[in-house]
C-alpha cells in the first residue's frame, strides 16, 4: 500500500512567520499536487509538480519537488492569516487512470 | 456556473432512509470521482468513472451505489447508511491525460446519519 506522510500535522504560527509543510513517500511520483482546503469546502489545486528537483513559485508560496520524486515540500513565506487552512499532497503513481493518493494534511492556523 | 458543484451541501439522514448526492462539473471533463473524507483519515477514493465508464470502485460497501449517466453528471445513492457513513463527500472531475493528473473539487456533501 503506498502512503503519503505529512508533516506536521498541525501548525500554529504568528502572521508574518514562514514555515515549511512536507510531504513523504516511500514510493516514486510521476506527478505530484498540492491541494488547500478550508472549513466546510473541498480542496482546490494550488500546484502540480512533474519533474524531479522542480521548484514552483505561488506569490509567498514556494513548491520543491524532490531530486527523486519521493517528496515534496511547501514553504510559505511571512504567513498571513488568510493562508489558514489545511494543506493536502496528493501524489500520482502512474497507475490506472491516474488516480491520485493523498495524505492526512497539514492543519495550518496563522493568527493575526 | 462554473466548475464543481454539489447537492445538496448538507444532509442528515436516517439509517433507513434513501437519498442521492448529485454532483456536476462545467470544465468538459471525462473523468469523475466520488471521494469521502473522514475526520483523521486521508481522504479516502470511493469511485471512479471515465467517459461514464466506472472503472474503479474501491471495496466500497454495496450500500453506495454510483451513477454516471453522462460525463458531466455524477450521483452517489444512498441507503441504509450506518453512523460510521457520517462524513463529507466530494466529487471531483479531471481531463484524464499522459502526465496530468489535476482534479478539481466540488465544495463536498456534508453527511450526518442518524
Known amino acids: 500500500t503506498q502512503l503519503l506522510e505529512q508533516s506536521p500535522q498541525f501548525l500554529s504560527i504568528q502572521e508574518g512567520e514562514n514555515l515549511t509543510v512536507y510531504c513523504n513517500s516511500s514510493?516514486?511520483?510521476?506527478?505530484l499536487q498540492w491541494y488547500r482546503q478550508e472549513p466546510g469546502e473541498g480542496p482546490v489545486l494550488l500546484v502540480t509538480?512533474?519533474?524531479?528537483?522542480e521548484v514552483k513559485k505561488l506569490k509567498r508560496l514556494t513548491f520543491q519537488f524532490g531530486d527523486a520524486r519521493k517528496d515534496s515540500s511547501l514553504h510559505i513565506t511571512a504567513a498571513q492569516p488568510g493562508d489558514t487552512g489545511l494543506y493536502l499532497c496528493?501524489?500520482?503513481?502512474?497507475?490506472?487512470?491516474?488516480?491520485?493518493?493523498f495524505g492526512k494534511g497539514t492543519k495550518l492556523s496563522v493568527k493575526p | 456556473e462554473t466548475g464543481v458543484t454539489q447537492t445538496p451541501r448538507h444532509l442528515v439522514m436516517g439509517m433507513t432512509n434513501k437519498k442521492s448526492l448529485k454532483c456536476e462539473q462545467h470544465?468538459?471533463?471525462?473523468?469523475m470521482y466520488w471521494y469521502k473524507q473522514s475526520a483523521k483519515k486521508p481522504l479516502e477514493l470511493m469511485f471512479v468513472?471515465?467517459?461514464?465508464?466506472?472503472?474503479e470502485n474501491n471495496s466500497v460497501p454495496s450500500r453506495f451505489s454510483p451513477e454516471c449517466p453522462n460525463s458531466s453528471h455524477l450521483f452517489l445513492h444512498l441507503h441504509t447508511l450506518q453512523p460510521e457513513d457520517s462524513a463529507l463527500y466530494l466529487c471531483?472531475?479531471?481531463?484524464?491525460?499522459?502526465?496530468?493528473?489535476?482534479?478539481?473539487f466540488g465544495p463536498g456533501t456534508r453527511l450526518t446519519v442518524t
Open positions: 514510493s516514486v511520483f510521476s506527478s
Open positions: 470544465l468538459g471533463h471525462n473523468a
Open positions: 509538480v512533474v519533474t524531479g528537483g
Open positions: 496528493a501524489g500520482n503513481y502512474g497507475g490506472s487512470q491516474g488516480n491520485l493518493i
Open positions: 468513472y471515465n467517459f461514464k465508464e466506472q472503472t
Open positions: 471531483a472531475s479531471s481531463h484524464q491525460q499522459t502526465g496530468s493528473y489535476e482534479q478539481y
